[in-house]
């Protein structure tokens, strides 16, 4: 075999690509992975890990001030936001470094450079130098990812309007922040700022925060922010934004034709992603790009035989373990392991992590009932939950939708401390299809938040025990 022929090419190293590549060589396929910027993609390096670690800094700065509340003082707490910023830097470092040596472990030859399609089975890789190297397999796996939208007729300049990246490194608290565009991304930077004492704005052009979730949760998550004095603008429309001098002028037209101008100190657009199609060779090929994304079968196939693509760069919802379980699934494809299922969408888990947090799976209540299903809902608040109560974080609930008839759990929406961790829960419980009954007879650790998931099964079917 040449030296760079492989079985497989996956192209771009994020959690999708990486774990493809790991998956694939599991499988006893020779692999090669082409990464053009950084190994772990957006997820490790400008995503999910650097805006959680902020995110922590935000949760301790709140407990500090309300330390008092615990018996403890705590005085002259100050935010030193450039050890803020390089905590969360060298977490992400430390990330990259890990994908590295797991791709060493796992005998992927690494690539760095843009990899494009150049023919079929052929992938040329060009390094930042200039140089080209072509890889040839009968598989490529395409995952690029995606990068921040922007707005018609507004531009990031990364100073004042930021994107996600700019609001990750800052080198001052804003004073005044808008936030547009309310799905989790916008609202954790939102919980972040206002957190650390900035005072935000949110625009949101939809008629609520948050809307993919359930709409209950997104009504309670809108109550709680603006408790925390962030301002909450839905059903808006970001008609300019304009760096003047030193700041940012804003002019948003809300519902009823009432206009909001204002002047900020920064900006954040937060309005969704868009595929990284451009670079990767598609043009010639029969590989379909709509609206900004590759088109796949279930199988993950591109219209091109020998081509797969996978993870952000083929659509919503943009999640790190969407993607990589995708990545799993198209190597397994690949390796020709028997027995695979198609990804299931109402399978995955979403997460925000804002403060309280917000978590889901499945069919909101609504989505349920316009699907004709007749359902039962149970909910439970965590003021009536011990650990809630001890952790002094009683804001928030679990809320569950059962099928009446089946007691098939169709879906579960948390709100509240700590909820990304309970969901997975939940997913089990969906992977496995257990029913209500199954739910009920499960034993729950006392005292746990885990416990408010049970009483809102049980509350479903009016048996909940505590409330
Ligand atoms: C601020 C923010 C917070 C987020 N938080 C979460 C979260 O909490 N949980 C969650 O699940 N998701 C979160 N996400 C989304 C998550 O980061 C993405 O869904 C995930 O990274 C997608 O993985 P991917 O492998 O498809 O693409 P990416 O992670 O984007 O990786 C693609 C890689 O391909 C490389 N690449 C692109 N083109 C080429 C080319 N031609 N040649 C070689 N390499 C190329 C890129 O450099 C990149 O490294 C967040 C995203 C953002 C922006």
């Not at 936001?81 to 992400?92: D, N, Q």
């Not at 969901?423 to 029913?435: D, P, S």
Request: proline share 4%; glycine share 12%; with cysteine.
């Amino acid at each position: 075999m040449a030296a760079n022929a492989f079985d497989c090419i996956v192209v771009g190293g994020g959690p999708g690509g990486y774990v493809a590549a790991i998956r694939a060589s599991q499988l006893g396929l020779r692999v090669a992975i082409a990464e053009r910027e950084h190994l772990g993609g957006i997820c490790l390096n400008w995503g999910c890990i650097p805006t959680k670690a902020l995110l922590r800094t935000a949760e301790v700065h709140h407990l500090l001030r309300n330390a008092a509340s615990f018996g403890l003082s705590a005085s002259d707490v100050r935010v030193d936001l450039a050890k803020v910023v390089e905590r969360s830097r060298r977490i992400a470092g430390r990330l990259e470094k890990g994908v590295r040596h797991l791709m060493k472990k796992n005998a992927v030859a690494v690539f760095e450079g843009s990899g494009r399609l150049a023919g079929p089975g052929r992938v040329v890789v060009r390094a930042g130098t200039g140089d080209e190297v072509e890889l040839s397999a009968p598989h490529v796996i395409l995952a690029a990812g995606a990068r921040a939208r922007s707005l018609p007729g507004i531009e990031p300049d990364g100073q004042r309007i930021w994107t996600y990246r700019e609001a990750m490194v800052p080198e001052s608290l804003p004073a005044s922040l808008l936030v547009i565009g309310a799905g989790a991304i916008g609202i954790e930077f939102a919980s972040f700022y206002r957190d650390l004492g900035s005072e935000v704005t949110v625009v949101e052009a939809l008629p609520r925060i948050l809307p993919a979730e359930d709409e209950e949760i997104s009504a309670a998550a809108r109550r709680c922010f603006e408790k925390q004095g962030i301002e909450i603008h839905t059903g808006a429309a970001l008609r300019s934004l304009e760096v003047r001098g030193d700041a940012v002028h804003a002019v948003v037209e809300r519902e009823a034709g009432a206009v909001l101008e204002r002047d900020l100190d920064r900006a954040i657009l937060a309005v969704g992603i868009t595929g990284n199609v451009e670079a990767l060779g598609l043009e010639g090929t029969a590989v379909r790009v709509e609206r900004g994304h590759v088109v796949v079968t279930q199988w993950l196939e591109t219209g091109e035989p020998g081509v797969y693509a996978i993870g952000d760069l083929v659509g919503p919802p943009w999640l790190a373990h969407k993607a990589s379980h995708e990545g799993v699934l198209c190597a397994e494809r690949i390796a020709g392991v028997a027995g695979l299922h198609p990804l299931d969408a109402s399978q995955i888990p979403g997460c925000t992590y804002c403060r309280p947090q917000v978590a889901s799976i499945g069919l909101t209540e609504r989505a349920a009932r316009d699907a004709g299903r007749e359902v039962r809902v149970g909910k439970f608040p965590l003021s009536a939950n011990g650990k809630a109560l001890a952790l002094g974080e009683t804001e928030g609930f679990v809320k569950t939708v059962f099928d009446a008839g089946t007691g098939e759990l169709l879906g579960a929406h948390l709100f509240g401390a700590e909820v990304t961790e309970l969901i997975q829960g939940f997913a089990v419980a969906r992977t496995l299809e257990a029913t209500e009954a199954e739910l009920m007879r499960t034993i729950f650790p006392h005292p746990t938040l885990s416990e408010a998931m049970h009483e809102a099964v049980l509350a479903a079917f009016g048996r909940a025990l505590n409330a």
